[in-house]
């Protein structure tokens, strides 16, 4: 019995992982938040770790339109220029 | 990958040994799946236009590409009939509307299935279920074009609960969640109609549904009493948000509203005056927000929106009514969006034609 695959083709896009930070000490970070209730209250508060652990500074706070859909390519090239890393994550 | 590489699995001849290699490979939704041999494949390919490998539908997040191939091929597995497929090809093109946002109202923990209506005579020529038990079980192509849309979301998209589809509860209607517009006695224009189509073509609408809500009303006689129940449904506290809704009323309840000259859009109109709870009663349990009311109540707020309440939707259109069911019972249903505000809007398009296209 010949049966057909029900799965996808993979994309056709090549992806790779961001070169990782060699440290921490006094980068720019980034919150990207997602506009879900608590979100940025929680982003916040970890970004404030980093500031008083690696002195860190904010440099960009950036929103999601939609918290369910991927984020805009404008922001996130956006982020690209203005931080060093990034902070995300879910709020409700 | 090229299309060129379709993969083929060559599996024993017997049945049950390939029902359960199906298993082993993690294609089915728990339930047993139909082997998808070669030859019924090809035979479903016959019902589309376009290429095998024709692009319907594309993940925003992961690039996945769903082919014509892909689709015909789960098609097969959840049971469908060759002429069954150009619903499920439709519903996929109103999916990958961005506004619908299959991506996130697949992995959300809000459990929503997509809910399919099928409406004009595509429904009737393929033999869908408009009647008694609408939602199930009993009609083959209600069931399997559910059907075949969830196995797509798994096995093509890899929206995999637990692992990407992280609903917190589930819901049923994630076996299978496809219903036909009822045309039979039916007082208003078809859903195909009001959306501006054609005569005679038929029309899939495809909405990220939260949990079935009935709505039994055996007592009322006027379109405001019937009415009446369905929107204190839509405004209860569990279900209560920006977000759409659909409303199937019974051939009962439709009779009554639309037998007193009430239209589609009186209706509407009237559910969404009626649909909605105070700000103070919001913030009793937690749910009031003032972006979300800021949003309903802003400078392009609906005329019907009332100050000092929260209103299920934004305007009387968040909320599409059809009829389906059998003759007999006060039951009509409630279907909420997955979401709480316009994170997933309802899409249509025709089937098995293109209107103007490229």
């Known amino acids: ?92 | 990958m090229p299309f060129d590489s379709r993969r083929i699995h060559d599996v024993p001849g017997d049945l049950l040994a390939a029902i359960d290699y199906c298993y082993e490979q993690g294609w089915t939704d728990g339930l047993p799946v139909i082997p998808p041999v070669v030859e019924r494949v090809e035979a479903t390919l016959m019902y589309e236009g376009r290429p095998p490998e024709a692009v319907i539908a594309t993940h925003p997040a992961t690039g996945l590409r769903l082919t014509v191939h892909a689709a015909a091929v789960n098609a097969v597995m959840a049971g469908c009939l060759p002429e069954y497929f150009p619903v499920l090809v439709a519903a996929f093109e109103a999916m990958d509307q961005p506004e619908f946002n299959f991506h996130g109202s697949t992995a959300s923990t809000g459990g929503s299935a997509p809910l399919l209506i099928v409406s004009g005579k595509y429904a009737e020529d393929i033999g869908m279920n408009a009647d008694v038990n609408l939602f199930g079980p009993g009609n083959r192509a209600n069931a399997t074009i559910g059907r075949a849309t969830r196995l797509i979301l798994r096995n093509v998209f890899q929206m995999i609960p637990g692992i990407s589809d992280k609903s917190t509860q589930g819901n049923p209607g994630k076996y299978s969640f496809c219903i036909a517009e009822r045309a039979r006695g039916n007082p208003w224009p078809l859903l195909c109609e009001a959306q501006g189509y054609p005569p005679g073509v038929s029309s899939v609408t495809v909405f990220a549904g939260g949990g079935f809500c009935n709505v039994e009303n055996h007592g009322g006689n006027t379109p405001e009493q019937i009415l009446g129940s369905v929107a204190d449904a839509m405004a209860n506290y569990g279900c209560i948000t920006l977000g759409q809704s659909v409303v199937v009323l019974s051939p009962e309840h439709m009779w009554i509203v639309g037998g007193a000259g009430w239209s589609r859009e009186d209706a509407q109109a009237f559910l969404f005056a009626r649909a909605k709870r105070s700000v103070e009663d919001m913030r009793s349990v937690g749910k009031y927000r003032d972006s979300e009311y800021g949003k309903q109540h802003g400078a392009s707020a609906h005329a019907a929106v009332e100050e000092g309440f929260v209103h299920r939707g934004l305007m009387p259109e968040d909320i599409l009514i059809a009829m389906g069911g059998g003759d007999a019972g006060g039951h009509s249903c409630f279907i909420p969006s997955w979401s709480r505000g316009r994170g997933s809007i309802m899409r249509h398009k025709p089937i098995g034609v293109c209107i103007d296209c490229d």
Do not use: Q, W
């Not at chain 1, 996808?8 to 930070?21: D, I, N, Q």
């Not at chain 1, 608590?38 to 652990?53: G, H, Q, T, Y």
């Open chain 1, 1 to 92: 019995m010949r049966l057909y695959d029900p799965t996808a083709s993979g994309p056709e896009r090549s992806l790779a992982r961001a070169a990782v930070l060699a440290s921490l000490e006094g980068k720019t970070i980034g919150i990207l938040e997602n506009g879900k209730l608590n979100a940025m209250e929680m982003l916040r508060e970890v970004a404030s770790l980093f500031e008083e652990r690696h002195g860190c500074v904010i440099g960009g706070i950036y929103s999601k339109s939609n918290a369910s859909a991927p984020a805009p390519a404008g922001v996130l090239e956006k982020a690209m220029g203005e931080v060093d890393f990034l902070i995300t994550g879910l709020g409700d």
